[in-house]
Every structure is written in C-alpha cells, then in structure tokens.
C-alpha cells in the first residue's frame, strides 16, 4: 500500500532480488500512473487499487483485463483485506493509510508498518485490534526497526529508555533567526535520506521525530517518560535501548530503507539487501547531540502530544499534514508549520479516544479548525 512512494518502490526492488521468496499479489498507490504502470507490467498482481476514477480509467487501457482495478479508500482496504496476500506493507502518507491497516489487521494480514501516523493516531486501537486478531506489527521505520531488532530476546521490564536518533535534517546547524526566511527547495535538500516531499518536510521540522515518538510508546507499550530523542547527524545508529544494568544496545547501518523493510519482510529470518556494507573506519567519527527544543518546536510539540494522548494526537497530525501542503505549495513560512500545529492545539478540547469514528471526527476537526486559520 503506497507501491509508488519511496518505501514502495524499495519494497519492490527487495521482491524484485528474491523472486523465490516474494510474490507480489497487489498494489495500491495513488495518482502517479507512469510509475504504477512499470510495476504493474513487471510483477503482475491480480489487484490494483488507485485513488480515483480518472486515474483507474487510464490504468485499465493500459494493462490487461484479468487484473482488477479498484478505486480510493474503499479500494485501498479492499487491496490490504481481500486478497491472498499474508503480509502487507503499510506505506500510504499521513492519516489515509489509518483504515487501510485497519482493514488489513483485521483480515489477520502480518502488517509491516511504515505508515507512522496511523500509530500515531490510533496507536491504541491499532494495537488492541493486533492483539485481538493475533497479527504481528513489525514497524519498518528505520528507528523503529532499531528498537526492535535491540529488543529482540529482552524482556521490556529491563528497558530503562528507548532512544531515537534523529540526522537533524538539513537545518541542524542553521541559525534560529535564519528559519524565517527557509525556501521550499532547502527544506527538500536531506543530507542522508532519498524520502518523499511530506516526510522530508516532517524531518526538516523534526516533527517526523515528534510522531516517532508516539508511534514508539505504543508499538513498544513504553511511556512517554521512557523515551528519547538524540541528534545523530550521520544517521548511521539507526536507534538504541538502554537497560536497567547501564548497557546500550545500539543497530548500526548505512542509511537505506531497505534494511529495515527487508527485516520486516523476512522476520525472524534475513536475507540479502543490495546494501554497501558499513565500514567504520572510513566512517571514523559518530557524534550525537542533544535536541534543540527552541529551534524545532516541532518536536517539542510531540513529547507533549504524546504525554497527553488522546485526541490531541490525531489533532497534531492532521494539521501537521495541512501545514505541510500548504508550505509545499509555498502558501506559508516554513515557521508557520509550528506555529499552526500551536494554535490548533491549544484551541482543542482534547476527550478519549473509544472507537475509530472519534479518531476520524478529530481528524476533520482539525483540518477544518487550520483552513480558517491559513
């Protein structure tokens, strides 16, 4: 789900590697149909789902009959639900991927999540309806695949802290009073990771650490209090685990997302990535620092999203997203992300999460709330 974003198209170029071990049985992305339709002709799955109709009209003239083409969310759960697939990849961007890995936890799918936000969200619920259905979770965000591989045989009650490292995207030693004048262009320019435009943004802003934060406290049932952020600007420790007896566990690597899915895709085992091997002594230093909390308020916002759970989190989230779209389109400044991330927080009445229709009447709240504020 989300075949033709950057986690999409890793995922297919592990399948791709290992064709005696993956068969690729359905996609679902969105609108970019010259590359949806090179995947589609090379790895034939019976399904496709798209987000609308125009797009599902010019895809059906260009494949062959046999395949079923399906259309928006509806196609989206369909695709993640309905076919034989046993493991799922949850890449779709923000909040519309939340039903999608809905629908596949509740099918029984093995999920290999990279959709942050729909933890984020819904992490509570999510994870009930995992346990519920016996599904395993295997996060396949860099960090959070660290933590998870660090974690492997230990015993939770052991842990004294889960820490996220954090490259400091492109603006870490940029002045504070510089951040007025940050172009779209400087905000796209990562200096370790190939992502798509919504997550470097996230990472410029160090937002996309705020969500990694509350997307930690419910994959590793850990509280907020338990755990934090560290700059790491090599990105090569991809994330660590301190235990109760002084030791850190750290996973190493060089930065490339198909380590972490191709985890996912082979747990408990591993197989072969493509990946150049990490070589320390021509890496020679690795530094890490302590968070600016007053240059990237972002961040700050997300701890305390975190602490108070709730609604707030799918608040923060959704005008996070609206924020991000209308700095993409240059329509605010690149402070203004925050600045709106505040504003619509401390007008919300944050009320307990029960049932997915209050994920999602949160969800347009906010997105109502921040087109009146633009």
């Known amino acids: 789900m989300g075949s033709t974003g950057s986690i999409g198209v890793s995922t297919l170029d592990l399948c791709r590697q290992h064709p005696d071990k993956f068969r690729v049985v359905a996609l679902a992305a969105g609108n970019n149909l010259d590359v949806l339709l090179g995947q589609v002709r090379e790895f034939k799955p019976s399904v496709v789902s798209v987000a609308n109709a125009e797009t599902a009209d010019r895809l059906r003239k260009q494949i062959s009959a046999s395949i079923d083409v399906l259309v928006g969310e509806a196609g989206a759960c369909a695709v993640a639900a309905q076919t034989s697939a046993d493991t799922v990849i949850s890449a779709i961007v923000g909040a519309a991927g939340l039903q999608p890995t809905l629908a596949a936890i509740e099918a029984g799918k093995t999920i290999g999540l990279a959709n942050k936000e729909s933890m984020v969200i819904a992490g509570e619920l999510l994870s009930e309806r995992a346990r519920v259905r016996g599904v395993k979770i295997l996060p396949v965000d860099s960090e959070h695949a660290a933590i998870f591989q660090c974690l492997n045989g230990e015993c939770l009650d052991d842990v004294s802290a889960l820490i996220l490292t954090a490259s400091g995207g492109p603006f870490l030693n940029r002045a504070k009073d510089d951040f007025t004048s940050i172009t779209k262009a400087e905000a796209l320019k990562h200096p370790n990771w190939d992502m798509g435009a919504k997550i470097t943004i996230d990472s410029a802003s160090m937002m996309n650490k705020g969500l990694e934060v509350m997307e930690a406290r419910w994959l ?92 707030y989190a799918p608040v923060l989230n959704a005008v996070n997203e609206v924020a991000v779209a209308c700095f993409l389109k240059e329509q605010i400044r690149f402070v203004d992300i925050a600045i709106l991330i505040d504003r619509c927080l401390q007008a919300h009445q944050g009320k307990v999460l029960k049932t997915l229709e209050d994920v999602l009447e949160a969800d347009r709240w906010a997105r109502e709330f921040t087109q009146t504020k633009l």
Do not use: N, W
């Open 220 to 311: 590793f049932e850990t509280p907020v209090s338990k755990i934090r952020v560290v700059v790491h600007p090599q990105s090569i420790v991809h994330s660590m685990v301190e235990f109760v007896d002084g030791s850190v566990m750290a996973q190493l690597g060089e930065p490339d997302m198909r380590a972490p899915i191709a985890y996912a895709l082979s747990y408990p085992r591993r197989i072969t990535t493509g990946i150049r091997k990490l070589d320390l002594p021509i890496r020679q230093q690795l530094t890490f620092f302590e968070p600016d909390f007053e240059k990237f308020p972002c961040l700050k916002l997300g701890f305390d999203v975190a602490q108070m759970g709730g609604s």
